[in-house]
Nanobody, 115 residues
Framework: QVQLVESGGDSVQDGGSLRLSCTAS????????MGWHRQASGREREWVAS???????NYLGSVRGRFAISMDNTKRTAFLEMNGLKPGDSGVYYC?????????WGQGTQVTVSS
């Protein structure tokens, strides 16, 4: 059984910063990659960023240069550093971990950016 626990969501002003964390626990040999998705109210969930076990990263175009994803393999924890937040970044942020060919999701953490 694998569980993901996210933290760090909060309410901030336009231009603010937040750091999200996601830790995987359970029967895990290796984490292949981890990522973040988000879902704004009334919209479909969208992919935001991913990081693989070798440290390579990918970003949604609208967050590139403002967000930074990283992963601590030993702690099985992923981080999403978010700077220059905009109201359009608001939503529930979900962590996903790919482990031995399966995807595991966290429960989500709320990010609200007000203008």
């Amino acid at each position: 059984q694998v569980q993901l626990v996210e933290s760090g969501g909060d309410s901030v002003q336009d231009g603010g910063s937040l750091r999200l964390s996601c830790t995987a626990s359970g029967n895990i040999l290796n984490v292949d990659s981890m990522g973040w998705h988000r879902q704004a109210s009334g919209r479909e969930r969208e992919w935001v960023a991913s990081v693989s076990h070798d440290g390579s990263t990918n970003y949604l175009g609208s967050v590139r240069g403002r967000f930074a994803i990283s992963m601590d393999n030993t702690k099985r924890t992923a981080f999403l550093e978010m700077n220059g937040l905009k109201p359009g970044d608001s939503g529930v942020y979900y962590c996903v971990a790919y482990i031995q060919g399966r995807a595991y999701w966290g429960q989500g953490t709320q990010v609200t950016v007000s203008s």
